[in-house]
Structure formats: C-alpha cells, structure tokens
C-alpha cells in the first residue's frame, strides 16, 4: 500500500502529500481491500471474499471481483463505478481513471472472460474494455472509448469502436525493440 502510495504521489499533480492519500483516495482503498479480498478468494474463502468486496464497493464506488489479479502500483484515479471482472489481468504501474469497465462480452463464458492490461498503461474516464483482449505495455485507451479488440503496445485508442490513432508511434516502438 506504501508503494501505491507514493506512485500515486508521483502520478497525481493533485496529490499534494503522502498522508492525504493514504486517508482520502478512494482507489486506494479499493485495492487495499481487494488484496485481502484476493487472499481470501485464493484459500477458497469465497463467502468472506465476496463480503469483503461488496463492502469495499459500497465504500468506494469501486466493484473489483476478488479473483482478478492486480499488479503493483495501480492508480485509481477517483474511481467511482469503476467495474474490474473475475479473470482481469491489471500489470503493475497501471493507471485507471473513473468509470472503467473491465468485462466480460457474454454470459456464462468458461475460462478468461476479461481484459489483460499490460504494463504502464493508461485507461481514461469511462472506457469499456470488454472481452478476454490485452491492452498493451504503455498503451492509452481515451475517454469513453470502447474496445473490443487488442491494443498493442505504446500504441493509442480512441473512439467507439476503438480505433487506433497513432500506429506511425507504434511502429517506431516496434522497431526500436
């Protein structure tokens, strides 16, 4: 939590101290619950993982499933109805703003349902990323945009539905690897 901490420190220009965000960020409380939800959920506590979550998400605006797997770092950014499904991947150093839906496109699909989101990417207000694609390292996905195909990586989408915007960038991050 620490650690989260002072990323969002660093990310936030709002963020004018440590102790502020440790008492008053939403997101991070969310993903402190969701942690101990999480341990919950992989000792097959699922009754007390599943009240844990619900109770995170009446304090915070935020429904993450305890099955998804979050990284280090991630940045809630005001979060309110912010929605993270039961097979999300969330890569560490991730940033997501409000409104974020990371789901499923069908009911009663086996296996991965939902989003992969590498590394370092951003995810704007009110983005739907639905299905099981990746969204990839350094990626953005603008406000509002909903995607339901892949992003590669250091590469932008925007729109709905989302569309590419700057594969010239893209290529050039490419090639450099």
Not at 23 to 47: N, V
Not at 58 to 84: E, K, M, N, S
Not at 124 to 153: C, D
């Amino acid at each position: 939590m620490w650690q989260t901490a002072r990323a969002i420190l660093k990310r936030d220009p709002a963020a004018t101290n440590l102790r502020t965000v440790l008492l008053t960020y939403p997101g991070l409380h969310a993903l402190a619950w969701h942690r101990l939800a999480h341990y919950c959920e992989r000792h097959h506590w699922s009754l007390l993982a599943a009240l844990i979550s619900q109770h995170a998400a009446h304090r915070t605006g935020i429904l993450i499933h305890p099955a998804a797997q979050i990284g280090q770092r991630v940045f809630i950014d005001h979060g309110i109805g912010t929605v993270i499904g039961a097979t999300a991947v969330i890569e560490d150093d991730v940033t997501l703003l409000h409104g974020v839906t990371l789901g499923a496109r069908q009911a009663g699909q086996t296996g991965q349902r939902h989003p992969h989101i590498g590394a370092g990417a951003f995810i704007g207000a009110n983005a739907q990323i639905l299905g099981p694609i990746s969204i990839g390292v350094h990626s953005k996905v603008g406000a509002g945009a909903i995607v339901l195909t892949n992003v590669p990586a250091y590469a932008t989408a925007v729109g709905n539905p989302a569309r590419i915007i700057n594969a010239q960038l893209h290529a050039y991050h490419q090639a450099v690897q």
